[in-house]
């Protein structure tokens, strides 16, 4: 169900995903639907702890993201890492990432208790994270990550995580 604010933030980088044999030049964004399928768990724990309009599936952009951790109690930037040292990829058409020094500390909600930054080395020596989106526990990545392992912890994590929250 479209909400203007939720609970729950899945954010997905715009362009990124490669086609069966694709390369950087063949990128696609994935529709919602497809992304809501993948992480049904997250989302099903989302909507049983606040309700049914408490979830928010949508294109990753700085507005978007700024508005999860300014709204959200839960984000999940579902993204690459940046060319910047622990930056995420926003979107690569164009090209656009975020680093935690594009965040003000105003820009985060008092409600934001966790955020899982997907991409790869978003934890990388100096990126801090943690300290912008303090008090929020932030689970973030200083190796090569993969989607395998995120959609493990959105299958069998995810739901736990969300339970334990206020």
Known sequence: TP??????YILYTVGGYYAAGGTLNTTYTPPNWAVATAFYPLLSAGIEKWGKTSVKVEPL????????????RFVFVASHGGNSPGGFTVSYTPYKSLIPSDILPSEVGTNLQYVYLAGCE?????????????????????????????????????????????
């Open 3 to 8: 909400v203007e604010k939720a609970d729950v």
């Open 61 to 72: 952009s700085e507005e978007s993201f700024k508005e999860a951790i300014s709204h959200g």
């Open 122 to 166: 978003t934890n990388a020596p100096g990126a801090n994270w943690q300290t912008t989106l303090s008090p929020a526990e932030v689970k973030s990545f200083n190796r090569t990550s993969y989607v395998d392992e995120h959609l493990l912890w959105i299958w069998l994590k995810s739901p736990a995580v969300i339970a334990k929250l206020q």
